[in-house]
């Protein structure tokens, strides 16, 4: 999963481990 989630303006960045694929296509969702 994610392990951690740094919020900078509108901009997100997401440090993952193995889940990388599922998580971005999550995000995108979220968008």
Excluded: N
Aim: avoid cysteine; hydrophobic fraction near 50%; aromatic fraction near 0%.
């Amino acid at each position: 999963g994610a392990h951690g989630v740094v919020k900078m303006g509108t901009a997100i960045q997401v440090v993952i481990g193995t889940d990388a694929d599922p998580i971005a296509a999550d995000i995108e969702d979220m968008m």
